[in-house]
Each structure stands twice: as C-alpha cells, then as structure tokens.
C-alpha cells in the first residue's frame, strides 16, 4: 500500500488548497477514504470521509462548508478542495483508507500572513 499526498503549501487567510493523494497497492474503489489532519504535537484528527463510490461524503464541524473532499476510481485519487482556509487549519494532511492501517508522508498547509 502506498499514499502520496501532495499539494500543500504556504497561503494566506481566506485562500484556497487542493490536496491530492495517489494511492496504489489496494483496490482503492473498494475502500472509504479518509483525510486527517495533525497539529504539532497533537493526535491526527478525521477532517473528511468519503464512500467508496463517492456518493457520500462527511466532515469535521470545524471544516463543513470550507473543505469538499472527492475522489477519482479511475485514477485512484482522492482530493481535498480546502476554501477559506484559516490559521487554525495549519497542520499536517494524511490522506487514509478505512481500514487499511497505512499513511503517506503527509502534506504541510500552513495558513499565515
């Protein structure tokens, strides 16, 4: 199993990150899959879930009309479209599948002016 996300970045308050995670080694189309979040020296959190056919998502109350978390079975992607982004959103993302007890290297967002 392998989750490579990517797209993090340095962004001011108010703007806008796509994530992405390439996963492989697992039939992706079969699993939920999950973003997490990890502030330093704090636990990893669940931001957003998705179904394994897309069809229903979930999020964090912190997060809910800022993050849309979707996926792409053909290309084994799942993504996190984070709008408005705040301070409080700096962390490390992960990107996980249900189940599967294996996490990528993770992504830096940090939100600052």
């Known amino acids: 199993v392998q989750l490579v996300e990517s797209g993090g970045g340095l962004v001011q308050p108010g703007g806008s990150l796509k994530l992405s995670c390439a996963a492989s080694?697992?039939?992706?189309?079969?699993?939920?899959m999950r973003w997490y979040r990890q502030f330093p020296g704090k636990e990893r959190e669940l931001v957003a879930s998705?179904?394994?056919?897309?069809?229903?998502?979930d999020y964090i109350r912190s997060v809910q009309g800022r993050f849309t978390i979707s996926r792409d079975n053909d290309k084994n992607m799942v993504y996190l479209q984070m709008n408005n982004l705040k301070p409080e959103d700096t962390a490390v993302y992960y990107c996980?599948?249900?189940?599967?007890?294996?996490w990528g290297q993770g992504t830096q967002v940090t939100v600052s002016s």
């Open positions: 996980k599948a249900r189940f599967l007890d294996y």
């Open positions: 080694g697992f039939t992706f189309r079969s699993y939920v």
């Open positions: 998705i179904t394994s056919a897309g069809t229903s998502t």
